[in-house]
């Protein structure tokens, strides 16, 4: 039986890295973007139910994520609607995935938005992945076509840094990438006992 780590941070925070560490350790990464990301992609699982709800939404047999946006700003029962679609399925697609390394002892859910969905109920520790608020904001803006608007338009949608810190089990800072894989393999070690058979 696995110990299931979530792992979040808001943006700009470091996950991206962070996960990336945690592959390099052995340790399983189920991933909530691109599991989203598949079910959009042509043929994918949510391609036939949206565009039963709105045939506008699905081009060439994936989701036009464009069409997505037009339709939630023009329709505001819209994103319940599509949330019902989506949610199941990215719930199966972490079930089957945390199913899958049942023989692992550690399995890391990445969440971008895991307290902001009520994520913490499926996760039996939580790690927030958290940065200065300048070098935050440095990072994002530094990201192509990123603009000081849209970063605090991502960010009023995020629970705060400093309220995800207080209800976080584990906190990694990432302020350097040598500090950062140091903190997940003793992160690792910890929750593991130092069994990693990954």
């Known amino acids: 039986m696995s110990l299931i780590l979530g792992l979040t941070g ?3 925070m470091g996950k991206s890295t962070t996960t990336g560490f945690f592959r390099e350790a052995g340790v399983p990464v ?11 992609a042509k043929g994918g699982p ?12 699905v ?10 946006r037009d339709w939630i700003a023009a329709d505001a029962s819209a994103l319940k609607r599509i949330e019902g679609v989506v949610h199941p399925l990215v719930g199966q697609s972490r079930a089957d995935f945390i ?7 550690l399995v890391v859910v990445d969440v971008p938005l895991l307290f902001e969905t009520g994520g ?13 608020a300048d070098v935050q904001r440095a990072r994002v803006l530094a990201r192509p076509g990123m603009t000081e608007a849209h970063f605090q ?6 629970m705060p840094d400093a309220e995800k810190r207080a209800r976080a089990d584990h906190i990694i800072e990432t302020l350097t990438l040598d500090q950062t894989r140091a903190a997940v ?14």
């Not at 109920?121 to 958290?130: A, F, G, K, M, P």
């Not at 393999?185 to 990954?198: H, K, P």
């Open 46 to 57: 949510a391609a036939a139910p949206i565009g039963a709800l709105h045939p506008a939404a």
């Open 153 to 158: 338009t991502i960010l009023s949608k995020q």
């Open 120 to 132: 913490e109920r499926y996760v039996d520790r939580i790690l927030v992945v958290s940065a200065p």
């Open 10 to 12: 808001s943006i700009g």
């Open 30 to 40: 189920w991933d909530a973007d691109a599991a989203v990301h598949a079910l959009y």
């Open 99 to 105: 199913a899958a390394h049942a023989d692992k002892p």
């Open 185 to 198: 393999q003793g992160l690792i070690a910890e929750l593991t006992g130092g069994r990693n058979d990954a």
């Open 59 to 68: 081009r060439d047999g994936a989701i036009d994520r464009a069409a997505l």
